[in-house]
């Protein structure tokens, strides 16, 4: 009986554990948009993964917020929520918000972070010195 009820405690605590990209080196940086489909992104954009779950970060006009919770390697956010501001990159800002709900895997690479899609879409980022 002892050892079934440590062994349920034990699964139940590697459930909680944190498997999304934040444990996998996504996490604790923040994320400068570079390239979207192989072409530098002249915009600033960043990404970060503030908890277990969260993802926010800044488009070019507006700040942003989503949920993930899906484990690494794949990438699928919730709705994106952000502020509507408006600025004269705005239509980079939308490129880039539908570029990222469309991403369903990632890859971190020490400094380097790549989301992708299997329609063969790309965004790189590049960890903030």
Not at 8 to 27: I, M, P, W
Not at 28 to 35: A, G, H, Q
Not at 78 to 105: H, K, Q, V, W
Request: glycine share 8%; with cysteine.
């Amino acid at each position: 009986m002892r050892i079934a009820l440590i062994l349920a405690l034990t699964f139940a605590a590697a459930c909680k554990a944190d498997e999304t990209a934040r444990a996998y080196g996504a996490g604790d940086k923040t994320w400068v948009l570079t390239e979207i489909d192989g072409q530098p992104f002249s915009a600033t954009a960043t990404l970060n993964f503030p908890e277990t779950g969260k993802i926010a970060g800044q488009g070019p006009c507006n700040g942003y917020a989503t949920t993930m919770s899906v484990p690494y390697p794949w990438f699928e956010t919730g709705p994106l929520r952000a502020t509507r501001r408006t600025c004269p990159e705005i239509a980079d800002e939308s490129r880039y918000f539908n570029a990222l709900a469309s991403m369903t895997l990632i890859e971190v690479l020490g400094d380097v972070m790549i989301l992708k899609n299997e329609k063969g879409r790309e965004l790189l980022f590049r960890a903030a010195d």
